[in-house]
């Protein structure tokens, strides 16, 4: 059961670059969402999806796309890095989306913006 | 709209020691869950703890004590006896039932170091 796999697990870009961080889950869960994690500020949520084809902004969308055509799979993508998005990034699901009663974290992404 | 504040950015003790991190949130909502996170150097996060806001029964889970207060919305973590296998950051996050979707809303993190 692999839960929720992110890749990848390390990334360094050049400013201006795009890319995307992929995100799985094999729980048949509704709900996905992606944040990032600064130092001294805990984990902030970019965006979120409560189904296939439904997404939201979070707390810190700008600079980020997300779309989510399967219940499996939300990638979420920067357009053009900037060093300000150096962070580790982390994809959540969880089955119910109205109540969150649990949240199945991957393992992050490391992404550095140069 | 939803707020976690942990106040201690950092506590060290030595091991055997007791620790209590401490957890205090904001919600307008009377349904809501209350969590704790561990983030070992590993950077992965382990789930520790989930609780409603309608259960306000302490937990305990062998070294690992939980006291959820409403009164003072509070959701307190103590390590009995730390070891220094408990060093990582430690955060306390709450999710609102909405009727839209939920969102879960973190804590800035306590850095736990337990040393020898």
């Known amino acids: 059961n692999a839960g929720v796999t992110q890749t990848p697990k390390f990334q360094v870009l050049k400013t201006g670059q795009s890319m995307t961080l992929q995100c799985a889950q094999d729980?048949?869960?509704?709900?996905m969402s992606w944040y990032r994690q600064d130092p001294g500020m805990g984990l902030r949520l970019i965006h979120y999806?409560?189904?296939?084809?439904?997404?939201d902004q979070g707390e810190v969308p700008n600079g980020y796309n997300v779309s989510r055509s399967t219940t499996e799979d939300f990638p979420l993508r920067l357009l053009s890095a900037a060093p300000s998005q150096t962070s580790v990034y982390f994809c959540?699901?969880?089955?119910?989306?109205?109540?969150?009663?649990?949240?199945?974290f991957g393992q992050g992404t490391r992404l550095t913006v140069v | 709209a939803q707020k976690v504040t942990q106040a201690q950015t950092e506590i060290s003790v030595v091991e055997k020691e007791d620790v209590t991190l401490d957890c205090v949130y904001e919600?307008?909502?009377?349904?809501?869950?209350l969590f704790w996170y561990k983030q070992p150097p590993s950077g992965e996060l382990v789930f520790l703890i989930r609780?409603?806001?309608?259960?306000?029964q302490n937990e305990i889970s062998g070294r690992y004590s939980w006291n959820f207060q409403k009164s003072t919305s509070s959701f307190n973590f103590t390590i009995t006896a730390s070891q220094v296998v408990d060093s990582a950051v430690y955060f306390c996050?709450?999710?609102?039932?909405?009727?839209?979707?939920?969102?879960?809303?973190f804590g800035t993190g306590t850095r736990l170091q337990v040393t020898l």
């Open positions: 959540a699901s969880s089955l119910a989306p109205f109540v969150l009663t649990e949240a199945f």
């Open positions: 919600t307008r909502d009377t349904t809501y869950y």
């Open positions: 999806s409560v189904g296939a084809g439904i997404t």
């Open positions: 609780r409603n806001s309608f259960d306000e």
């Open positions: 729980m048949n869960h509704e709900y």
């Open positions: 996050a709450l999710s609102e039932a909405t009727g839209t979707a939920s969102k879960l809303t």
